[in-house]
């Protein structure tokens, strides 16, 4: 072997080993890439949930957002998904199964640590494409301590009501009908409404018409009542402490899920509740199912740190660093969450959270075009009534019946939508 040659040989051995460390290097490099996550939270609970994240040793860029369905639809149609989404809306990351769009989660956390309505199917062979990685209540009413309401029926100057909302505008209002119909109907008519099943135009049935009459009969108490709930954020103030707390003069209950604790800041020691049958229009009956809703995780990339993020946070002690760090309810039953002896109200929370019957928000449940119908009516029913005009209650629950039934037309084979509602016990 010549001299001449073993240079040669030594050379390309060096640039192999240079290329193949390139290579290494650049698998590292792709490795490294941070996980994408389009979330809801932002401001102080934002910086709460990245504090989590940090500590599974995992890349992550977070983004949240208060018009998330928007930013996630534009995302979505420009090829550029996040590499996880956290949202509400169950009907809408449905739809994204149906289209293939999203991974299922199977194997990656343990489904009995998650029973009933947090499952996204009734099978244990079914693929599973979403997680609940932060739990609320509703069906409650706020109101400061000390001074608890008579279990009757309130009037509207009593009420803390904000409609607006930098994203889903509507929804409180929906919250109120939804309510309405689960305390009313009882729990099969409720969840029979959600997904459009049945064999009924729920939209137009005596159920849904009196709960929505009811709520505008509330809302035409007093006008002007009325348009400043149409014009208030349901938050407050930005630099508020809440509706309840910063609200118009007078209003002294508030119909808000138990996330309302993070607008009321240092006041939130100040705040108790009770549940909002027997406050509701009509009220006085038997205090049926809470309504509960979730945010949940779900993967729209197959990469395996992803996977491995989304491991961490739906396990036990994923949810454990959570609920301790931001002060937040979870549906993980093994999870440790508020004592008795350290805040009532929490563990009151908790309790109807993972205990006795409850039915997941009905909006979050339905398909997009569905939710986003219910939410239009609603705010035509309180502008309405603010311009002393005939709410017709009949002409816009038409329309969203209308939309349901062309949402059933176009087929609604989607076998990744949820399958129930509401839990049995």
């Not at 934002?46 to 500590?55: I, N």
């Not at 208060?66 to 590499?83: C, M, N, T, Y």
């Not at 009908?177 to 409404?193: C, T």
């Not at 004592?339 to 979050?364: F, M, N, Y």
Request: proline share 6%.
């Amino acid at each position: 072997m010549t001299r001449r040659f073993k240079t040669l040989v030594f050379a390309m051995v060096m640039l192999l080993i240079t290329a193949f460390g390139m290579v290494v290097v650049w698998a590292q490099h792709d490795n490294e890439e941070p996980v994408t996550i389009l979330g809801t939270w932002t401001a102080k609970q934002a910086k709460q949930f990245e504090t989590v994240l940090r500590g599974f040793g995992i890349p992550f860029r977070y983004q949240g957002t208060a018009a998330q369905r928007d930013v996630l639809l534009s995302k979505v149609q420009s090829g550029e998904p996040p590499d996880i989404v956290i949202m509400p809306g169950l009907g809408e990351l449905a739809e994204y199964a149906d289209q293939e769009l999203l991974k299922p989660l199977n194997r990656l956390y343990e489904p009995q640590e998650y029973g009933a309505p947090w499952k996204s199917t009734g099978s244990p062979s079914e693929d599973v494409y979403w997680v609940p990685v932060k739990a609320d209540l509703k069906s409650i009413v706020w109101y400061r301590q000390g001074h608890k309401p008579a279990e009757e029926p309130a009037p509207l100057e009593s009420w803390c009501i904000g409609m607006g909302d930098d994203g889903a505008s509507g929804w409180p209002g929906t919250d109120w009908i939804e309510d309405l119909v689960l305390q009313r109907a009882g729990p099969d008519v409720y969840e029979k409404w959600a997904l459009g099943t049945g064999g009924v135009q729920w939209w137009r049935s005596d159920p849904v018409r009196t709960a929505w009459k009811a709520w505008t009969e509330l809302l035409r108490q007093d006008e002007d009542a009325a348009e400043d709930a149409l014009l208030t954020d349901h938050r407050g103030t930005p630099d508020g402490n809440g509706l309840l707390f910063d609200g118009r003069a007078g209003c002294t209950l508030e119909h808000q899920g138990s996330f309302a604790l993070s607008f009321y800041k240092d006041d939130a020691r100040h705040a108790d509740l009770m549940d909002s049958a027997p406050l509701l229009p009509g009220g006085g009956g038997e205090v049926r199912p809470h309504e509960v809703t979730g945010d949940f995780a779900a993967l729209f990339s197959d990469r395996p740190q992803a996977r491995e993020l989304i491991r961490r946070l739906a396990s036990r002690e994923g949810q454990q660093k959570w609920v301790d760090l931001a002060d937040v309810f979870s549906a993980n039953r093994r999870v440790k969450q508020a004592k008795p002896q350290d805040d009532t109200v929490k563990h009151k929370i908790a309790q109807q959270l993972l205990e006795g019957p409850r039915c997941l928000d009905a909006s979050d449940v339905m398909a997009p075009a569905v939710r986003g119908a219910f939410y239009e009516a609603v705010l035509l029913t309180i502008a309405r009534v603010a311009d002393g005009q005939d709410p017709d209650i009949e002409g816009v629950l038409h329309d969203v019946q209308r939309m349901q039934d062309a949402q059933s037309a176009r087929g609604a084979d989607n076998r990744a939508a949820p399958k129930t509602v509401c839990s049995k016990r």
